[in-house]
């Protein structure tokens, strides 16, 4: 099956601080998601990105998907952000469309 | 609203014994998952379900077991069979074409004693 490799696996920022997520991938995939789950358990989804970039307010992820690899930029880091940050990776099929989660990268942002 | 709920979100048990894990969905979709996340650990898909009465095993279905009777709900029963049961929970559903972001349930946190 896909392996899914994610780094470092443990952050910890200072408040107002910028940092990258990578995520890297061992097959073809045209189903890539990054998750952020609370540390209440909770995961939501934040981008659908199996290739190019996109941006939602302080956050923005870019996939190359030739080269296997997605990087989640957090910018001016708020204590909200701390939690767990999960890559996901599959191939969309009619029959199933199932994701295969890296182990996630822990992020702590200190006030 | 519409939403995914799961219950309980604390559940304790003697070891041997089947427990069940509710998940409900009103979002209308077809598929629903189940997840289980261990401690430093990414979730891994115990079962899947594309449309009602009909599902398949994940990566880790040994000592589960599940039903897909209604479209709105995917019990997961837990049976003395699983080895290591104690773990967080994670319920899922999603859309099978347009979209595909699952929705995620807010987990049943399971403690075998």
């Known amino acids: 099956g896909i392996q899914v490799e994610q780094s470092p696996p443990d952050l910890i920022l200072q408040e107002g601080a910028n940092s990258t997520l990578r995520c890297n991938f061992s097959?073809?995939?045209?189903?890539l998601q990054w998750f952020h789950q609370n540390p209440w358990g909770q995961l939501i989804n934040l981008f659908y990105?199996?290739?190019g970039t996109k941006q939602n307010g302080r956050l923005s992820a870019t996939t190359v998907a030739t080269e296997r690899y997605s990087l989640l930029y957090i910018s001016s880091s708020q204590t909200t952000d701390s939690g767990v940050y999960f890559c996901?990776?599959?191939?969309?099929?009619?029959?199933?469309?199932?994701?295969?989660f890296g182990k996630g990268i822990t992020l702590s942002v200190r006030p | 609203d519409g939403g995914i709920t799961q219950s309980p979100k604390y559940l304790f048990r003697k070891e041997g014994q089947n427990v069940t894990l509710s998940c409900e969905q009103n979002?209308?979709?077809?598929?629903m998952y189940w997840y289980r996340q261990d401690p430093g650990q990414g979730l891994r898909l115990i079962y899947y379900?594309?449309?009602?009465?009909?599902?398949q095993k994940g990566d880790i279905a040994e000592g589960y077991s599940v039903s897909r009777e209604k479209k709105e709900s995917f019990p997961l029963t837990v049976t003395s069979a699983q080895k290591n049961p104690t773990a967080f929970y994670l319920c899922?559903?999603?859309?099978?074409?347009?979209?595909?972001?699952?929705?995620f349930g807010p987990g049943t946190r399971l403690t075998v004693l």
């Open positions: 996901a990776v599959g191939t969309l099929r009619r029959a199933n469309s199932k994701l295969t």
């Open positions: 097959d073809s995939v045209n189903n």
């Open positions: 990105i199996p290739s």
């Open positions: 979002l209308n979709h077809d598929a």
């Open positions: 379900s594309q449309i009602v009465n009909d599902f």
């Open positions: 899922a559903s999603q859309q099978t074409s347009g979209s595909f972001v699952p929705f």
